[in-house]
Structures are given as structure tokens and as C-alpha cells.
């Protein structure tokens, strides 16, 4: 039988709550990818396929002589689109932050 609830109890949030509830507000995207630029044959199709526009072609050519995918260090959502959609083992590894599940403690 599931416990009856006759009561409930009010209280002030606690600095650490609040602090918690702000960062989630503004959460950020938390990704991260890693392209190994010296395997990239620069074939641009992880570039058009991400959503939030966060990689880019590289001015300077790899040593086979490629324009290799890089990212522009912010605003990855680890969709990992890119990570799929590209046609070279091994090149992207996409990262994703994994936020803490431990309980807040009250004060
Ligand atoms: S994981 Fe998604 S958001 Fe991040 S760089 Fe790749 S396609 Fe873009
Ligand atoms: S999809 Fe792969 S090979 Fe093509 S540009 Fe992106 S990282 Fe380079």
C-alpha cells in the first residue's frame, strides 16, 4: 500500500539548490568532439550535416593536402551526427559530459 500523504513541508531553498537551479537554467550544450584533422579527407559533410554550426573547414591544408573538418570550441550538443555521418574510421569521437547524479545535501 502506498504511503498517505496528510502533510507537506515548506522550506527555504538551500545555496547549493539554488546554484543548481541557476545552472540549469542555463544549461549549456555539453558536448565535445575530437576530429583527428590528419585523417580527414575534408569531404564537408560533417559540416553541413551539424545542427548548431559548431564545426568548420580548416584554412591550412592536412598532410594530404586536405582542408580537414575542425571545431570551433563551443556549442557542441553531442548530437554525434557528425560522428555517423562520417565516411572515415576513427576521425570524430564525440565527448558528452555526464552530469553527477549524487543527491544535494541540505545545509
Ligand atoms: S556531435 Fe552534433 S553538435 Fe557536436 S559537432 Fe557533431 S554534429 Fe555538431
Ligand atoms: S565527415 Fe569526416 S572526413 Fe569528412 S570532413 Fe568531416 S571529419 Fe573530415
Redesign the pocket.
Known amino acids: 500500500m502506498l504511503p498517505f500523504l496528510t502533510s507537506f513541508e515548506t522550506r527555504s531553498l538551500t545555496n547549493l539548490e539554488k546554484s543548481s537551479m541557476d545552472n540549469r537554467k542555463n544549461d549549456k550544450p555539453d558536448g565535445r568532439v575530437e ?3 590528419h ?9 553541413e ?1 551539424c545542427p548548431p554550426e559548431v ?1 568548420a ?1 580548416s584554412e591550412s591544408l592536412n598532410k594530404m593536402g ?1 582542408h ?2 575542425e571545431y570551433i570550441g563551443d556549442g557542441c550538443t553531442s548530437c554525434g551526427i ?1 560522428f555517423y ?4 574510421p576513427g ?2 569521437t564525440v565527448y558528452k559530459r555526464v552530469k553527477s547524479t549524487k543527491k544535494l545535501e541540505a545545509e
Open positions: 576530429i583527428l584533422t585523417l580527414c579527407k575534408g569531404c564537408l559533410l560533417c559540416i550535416a564545426l573547414m586536405y580537414a573538418a557528425c555521418i562520417c565516411p572515415e576521425v570524430v
